[in-house]
């Protein structure tokens, strides 16, 4: 099956600064890719999200980059603010199915 | 206002208790799933059902037993459980495949904890 690493487990930045989540995977067959954020206490909700057919995606302060050659794919969060302090967790996901592996999550904590 | 409602939201059961985990979700989606989530791990999928059926079973012991009577709602049914089956436990919803139609919706989550 799917094995999803995700580094780091935590990180800590300075407001304004940029953060980066690497994740790596095992299947090649895989080919789709969210990414969560949960703030503490509260749900997991998806923040971006990238396909196989491209190999970057970008929503204001947030983007992904996809290498599918390495199986590797990232989250850039740049001029990072207290209020992105949370949990990230990547995943993989593939064909028309229903199943995500998650990766174990990366603690980020932005300092005002 | 979330889409995906769980209750309870906390659970304190013995070993020898019987009891339910309830997720109703107002999306008009599809499939319906339980995840568990425990402290420096990833999340685990338990069960997927889809219009009803199950999908995934992702070799849950059977101390845990689902119910999806309808689309809209889904049950974790709890027998005979470990200390170690103490997590967070998270019910989610989707309208379809996720490569295909993406986002997981996920509820508050129950948090579970077994004496």
């Known amino acids: 099956g799917e094995n999803v690493e995700q580094h780091p487990s935590t990180l800590s930045v300075q407001e304004g600064d940029s953060a980066v989540i690497k994740c790596t995977y095992s299947d090649s067959a895989s080919n789709y890719f969210p990414w969560y954020k949960q703030e503490l206490g509260k749900r997991p909700q998806l923040i971006i999200d990238i396909r196989s057919n491209v190999g970057e995606k970008k929503d204001q302060r947030i983007a992904v980059t996809l290498n599918k050659t390495a199986k590797h794919f990232s989250l850039h969060i740049t001029e990072t603010q207290p209020e992105d302090s949370a949990v990230y967790f990547c995943?993989?996901?593939?064909?028309?199915?229903?199943?995500?592996?998650f990766g174990k999550g990366t603690l980020l904590t932005v300092n005002p | 206002e979330t889409g995906v409602t769980q209750t309870p939201r906390h659970l304190v059961m013995g070993m020898t208790n019987k009891k339910s985990l309830k997720c109703e979700q107002h999306l008009g989606h599809n499939a319906m799933y339980w995840y568990k989530q425990s402290a420096k791990k990833p999340l685990e999928l338990m069960f997927v059902?889809?219009?009803?059926?199950?999908?995934e079973n992702n070799s849950v012991p059977s101390r845990f037993s689902p119910e999806c009577p309808n689309s809209s709602h889904l049950f974790l049914h709890l027998h005979t459980l470990q200390p170690e089956d103490s997590a967070l436990y998270l019910c989610a919803s989707s309208q379809g495949p996720l490569a295909n139609t993406g986002e997981l919706f996920f509820g508050e989550g129950s948090r579970l904890t077994v004496l």
């Open positions: 995943a993989c996901g593939g064909g028309s199915n229903y199943k995500l592996t």
């Open positions: 059902y889809n219009f009803k059926e199950q999908t």
